[in-house]
């Protein structure tokens, strides 16, 4: 069987380290011992070996109650050997196991998400295989098209199958940052400088996160990837300022011309609207002098004809139908019958000033 690698043993026979189920206070062991250490004094001043035995055996006991029972918490299971063979998993509870080093319990947090850190640490870390053991080596990379970067990320796993992580491979989770650290070289190695730092992280991201849980199905390691996220990717420190200012004038770049499309958008559609305007009412203003004189047209050859039907009606209707049109423009109306004479002394004059004539 491969070489099991877990933490070190508390009092009890349990896992110790963040993944232990508790141990006793140490207060009261070191009671216990202290009583312990009187009591044998006592018996070997008196001489009495019975005594010694039946403490013996007392101790031998208590310390067997001690180590028969363990607690999973609720986020993990047990992996239960016995004689260093795999026995059983166990949930979470209170359990038993045979005492004295027969059974050993290791526990696992198969429901805990768990993180390893690439580039940086996080202060108070208890796993020392999540922060980052060598952060600037890490971080740095060469792209595709030569260029150097220096790029940090974060990896979150959970552990599907305790058997396998714990008994398939020696130190899981350093083989876990050893696989991140490949893939993710591989991964940047194949795009250039500023797909890995502006646009292509995203994709950066989504094909680490398929390569590195292909590996890890591949080692047999129980572990199931959730997610693989970038955060600082920055070129290397002699030539950041340059870089800097590249990307400023980028930047800048990019909000000229978004200016300028808003410009465009706010510009062009008002003219396109004016000038399709104009060409409607340039449409509507044709149809309107086509149809009135086709309408006129109409109108004179329906006159014509009745003309020539009868000239004299005609021309008087034509007359006639000018004299309503006309007269009703006229304030005063004087009607003078064309073979009356010498009507002007008649016609007081003085009240038709200021009036129209």
């Known amino acids: 069987m491969p070489e099991k690698v877990t933490p070190p ?30 009591r044998l004094k006592q018996i070997m001043r008196s001489g009495g070996p019975r005594r ?41 509870g209170l359990h038993f196991k045979l005492p004295l080093g027969i059974d050993d319990a290791t526990i696992v ?50 552990i599907s199958d305790p058997v396998k992580f714990l ?8 083989t876990l940052r050893d696989v991140s ?15 890995v730092i502006t646009i292509g992280r995203q994709e950066i991201e989504t094909e680490a996160l398929i390569k590195m849980q292909a590996l890890s199905t591949k080692y047999a390691m129980g572990i199931i990837i959730d997610q693989v996220q970038l955060k600082n990717i920055n070129p290397p420190e002699p030539v950041q300022a340059s870089f800097n200012e590249v990307n400023q004038a980028q930047q800048e770049k990019e909000k000229l011309i978004n200016e300028a499309r808003r ?8 003219a396109e609207g004016e000038k399709d305007q104009r060409i ?5 203003y044709r149809l309107k002098r086509v149809n009135e004189a086709e309408g006129d047209v109409a ?30 423009g006229i304030r005063s109306k004087i009607i003078v019958d064309e073979q009356t004479r010498s009507i002007l002394p008649l016609l007081n004059l003085d009240s038709h000033k200021g009036e129209r004539p």
């Open 52 to 92: 010694l035995i039946v403490l013996a055996g007392l101790a031998l006991v208590g310390l067997g109650a001690w180590t028969a029972y363990f607690t999973v918490p609720s986020d993990s299971v047990a992996v239960v050997q016995r004689f260093g063979k795999y026995l059983k998993n166990v949930p979470p």
């Open 167 to 174: 008994f398939d491979v020696r130190e899981p989770r350093g």
């Open 109 to 158: 947090p198969v429901k805990r998400q768990l993180k390893q850190e690439f580039g940086f640490s996080t202060s108070g870390a208890t796993d020392p295989y999540q922060t980052s053991r060598d952060g600037k080596r890490e971080t740095q990379m060469v792209t595709g098209d030569l260029n150097a970067a220096l790029v940090e990320w974060v990896i979150q796993y959970r």
């Open 9 to 38: 043993k508390n009092g009890n026979g349990d896992r110790g380290g963040p993944w232990g189920s508790g141990a006793k206070p140490g207060s009261n062991i070191e009671d216990l011992v202290r009583r312990g250490q009187g």
């Open 263 to 270: 410009d465009y958008n706010k510009v062009i559609p008002l």
């Open 280 to 284: 409607r009412e340039a449409d509507g």
């Open 299 to 328: 109108r004179f050859s329906t006159l014509f004809a009745e003309y020539i039907k009868a000239p004299a009606v005609t021309r008087r209707r034509i007359y006639i139908e000018t004299l309503q049109d006309v007269m009703p």
């Open 181 to 195: 650290e490949s893939v993710m070289r591989e991964v940047v190695g194949d795009r250039t400088v500023d797909e």
